[in-house]
Structures are given as C-alpha cells and as structure tokens.
C-alpha cells in the first residue's frame, strides 16, 4: 500500500501542480480575506485539486490498469486512496495556514487565531468533499463528474452548515464527518470491486 500511496505522490511532484498552487495562493489573496474562511476554503481548494490532478492522471494514462496488474489487493488500492485524502486534508490544512499567518502579520499586525472549531471543522469539510469525490470517481472512473458533485457539495456545505456547527460542539462534526468518509470508503471498494479491469 505504501508504494500505491508514493505513486500518488510522484504524480504530484510535477511543475503545474506549483503552478497551481501559487495562482490559487494570489487569488484567494486577491478575492477576499477573512481569516478562518480563507484558511478553510484556500484548504479544501487545495484539497480538491491535489486529488483532482491525481485523478486527472490516472485517468489520463489508464493507470487503473497498471494498478490492477500490480500485487496489491482492490481493498488496499482503494485504502491507499483514502489514506492519500486524510494526508491532502492535513497538508492542505498547514499550507492554507502557513499562507495565512504571514499574510495576518501584514495585513493586521497581529498573529493568525485559529479555533478547534477552525481545524475540525476544515478537516471535517474536507473529508466529506473526499467522501462524495471518491465513490463517484470509482463508479465511473472520471475525474469530471466527481470534481463537480465534490465542489456542488462544499458550496452547499458552505452556504447552509456553519449556523448548524458554530452553535455547537466541535467533536461530534468531525466524528459524523470521519463517520461519512468510512462509509464512502466501503461504497468505495464496492464500486471498484465489482469494476472489470
């Protein structure tokens, strides 16, 4: 499984994901500034793309092929998936961080105050946006479809869910979130399983 996750990361340690990285850093600098809003969006941006390229890849160079050739198991191919999204999500969490806390210092003078609530609540976010970008990707083995529902999702989630969450506790949002990133897993590996490679 390690060496499935390292290949997920090889496919990353390409020029345009910099690129990529750098023209989101400008825009979210240009487009507004809140602190924990920008820390959590800038996250699940990140997020998504970085899984996003992976997918766009895969799909790309018919690894799914490869991969299925290889002595790995279905089950460990998808866990090494889901393995990648809780890294990405806490990648993207420090990056988004390390973006805001010089840019804090700039702009306000102070330091960057950053909640529990901020960091369960990016975290949960964003294994939710995996959970529902994973099985999609798995059913039809399209970058497209999944990118979109992931994204209709997050701006849904931001819409209506912070009145829901702010009023209450912070260990039982990530709990139903990591909650519904394991069932996402299961169906997941369901989907893959019955795949004919």
Same mark, same amino acid.
């Given at each position: ?64 092929? %490869? ?10 191919? !998808?866990?090494?998936?889901?393995? +990648? *999204?809780? @890294? $990405? #999500? ?61 994204? %209709? ?10 009145? !829901?969450?702010?009023?209450?506790? +912070? *260990?039982? @949002? $990530? #709990? ?22």
């Amino acid at each position: 499984m390690a060496k499935l996750i390292r290949k997920d990361w090889h496919l990353l340690a390409r020029p345009v994901t910099l690129y990529i990285f750098l023209m989101d850093c400008f825009l979210f600098e240009l487009a507004f500034w809140e602190e924990a809003a920008y820390i959590s969006i800038i996250t699940l941006v990140f997020v998504i793309q970085f899984v996003m390229l992976i997918a766009s890849y895969e799909e790309k160079y018919n690894s799914h092929k %490869l991969v299925g050739s290889l002595p790995a198991t279905r089950r460990q191919v !998808v866990l090494a998936k889901y393995v +990648d *999204g809780l @890294v $990405f #999500a806490l990648i993207g969490y420090l990056l988004a961080l390390a973006l805001a806390l010089p840019t804090s210092l700039i702009r306000t003078g102070d330091l960057l105050q950053v909640s529990n609530f901020d960091l369960i609540g990016t975290m949960g976010a964003a294994l939710l946006m995996l959970g529902v970008f994973y099985p999609i990707f798995y059913k039809f083995n399209k970058w497209f479809p999944a990118f979109m529902a992931a994204v %209709l999702l997050e701006m849904a989630f931001f819409r209506f869910i912070p009145e !829901v969450w702010l009023g209450s506790g +912070d *260990g039982w @949002v $990530f #709990a139903v979130c990591f909650l519904l990133y394991g069932v996402s897993y299961y169906i997941s590996l369901e989907f893959y399983q019955k795949k004919d490679l």
